[in-house]
């Protein structure tokens, strides 16, 4: 039977969709996205301008952690003055609500992972321009010689220049391929473990919040109808408990949703692994990555310093949950008339 309107309620149309001042992004991201790639060397150019398109990414995130968390606060306030289970589901979601924002402050220090280690490879395309540029450089002047002096002793100088150029080249541009596959799969890795872990949590949170739902009677009363006393404390507060249970329990292999490939995807996915490591077999490549510029720039989120990014440390967010609070979001229970709830 399929489910009707009222189990599956379309959500509400948009209303931050239209109306904005600058389009769809805020006038300093766009000028930071557009002036990204306009200096520095030609082949670090694209790769400097995603490194600062993320950037405006990473603040987007921090701003919509911060609204979380305060919308959250607003939430139980707003209901501290209706009914008993009103009042009491309102601040437990307000709870619930808060520990989304900060869970997404923490995938903004993941985030950041992942764009340092992305703006690592920037950083080795930077460096490797000038050995292209002198070979160029040195290429155009035998080809300006050849043409006006043919003769010119300076050819075979040039020449051999050339030939040194080409060597060194030839081994910046192997170190340059190395290291960006080795660098994005791991920036992608830091991203998608990261984005999975956080839409995991998420989704454990809304399903404990619809839990909380349920503990409000929405039976319709007649005018003047008093509605049964509310008896839910013990159980909201268990739901909570059990919320903060999953989420600190919660790892990778017990994720409720799997990429699972089709029989072709995972046919010809073994393939390609099986090609790459049969050509990787008996050939050491180790020698062809040593330090160039940047080969290890990689540095955990709260250590780097990062002159696009700068980070602010919260003191204790990590360890100290708002669900590990014996409040909820308003301060204590005597402010809701309540005996205390450890959440």
Not at 256 to 285: H, P
Request: hydrophobic share 35%; charged share 30%.
């Amino acid at each position: 039977m399929p489910p009707s309107a009222n189990d599956n309620p379309p959500p509400p149309p948009s209303s931050t969709k239209s109306g904005r001042l600058f389009g769809r992004g805020g006038f300093g991201h766009a000028l930071r996205r557009n002036a990204a790639g306009a200096f520095g060397p030609d082949l670090a150019k694209k790769l400097t301008q995603l490194v600062k398109m993320e950037k405006n990414v990473m603040r987007s995130l921090e701003l919509v952690a911060k609204e979380r968390m305060e919308v959250a606060q607003q939430l139980s306030l707003w209901g501290e003055s209706g009914d008993e289970d009103v009042s009491d589901v309102t601040d437990k979601l307000g709870v619930l609500l808060y520990e989304i924002g900060e869970l997404e402050d923490q995938y903004v220090d993941r985030y950041d992972q992942y764009r340092v280690t992305m703006k690592s490879i920037r950083n080795i395309e930077a460096s490797v321009q000038p050995s292209r540029d002198r070979k160029q450089k040195i290429a155009d002047q035998i080809a300006q010689l050849k043409y006006k002096e043919p003769n010119s002793p300076k050819i075979v100088v040039l020449e051999q220049e050339l030939v040194r150029a080409e060597a060194e080249s030839l081994v910046a541009e192997a170190q340059l391929s190395n290291i960006t596959r080795e660098k994005i799969k791991a920036a992608y890795t830091y991203q998608f473990d990261a984005l999975r872990e956080h839409s995991e949590k998420v989704a454990i949170i809304a399903g404990f919040g619809k839990h909380l739902l349920e503990l409000i009677d929405d039976a319709p009363v007649t005018p003047g109808e008093t509605r049964p006393a509310y008896d839910g404390y013990e159980a909201s507060k268990a739901i909570i408990q059990d919320c903060e249970e999953a989420l600190t329990n919660w790892v990778t292999s017990n994720a409720a949703v799997s990429a699972k490939l089709s029989t072709r995807a995972r046919t010809l996915s073994t393939r390609r692994r099986n090609n790459i490591k049969a050509r990787s077999e008996g050939l050491d490549l180790s020698g062809q990555d040593a330090p160039l510029n940047d080969r290890d720039s990689w540095v955990a989120a709260g250590d780097h310093k990062d002159e696009e990014y700068e980070e602010v440390s919260d003191v204790d967010d990590q360890t100290h949950s708002v669900l590990d609070s014996d409040n909820g979001l308003n301060g204590t229970e005597q402010q809701r008339g309540r005996q205390p709830i450890v959440a």
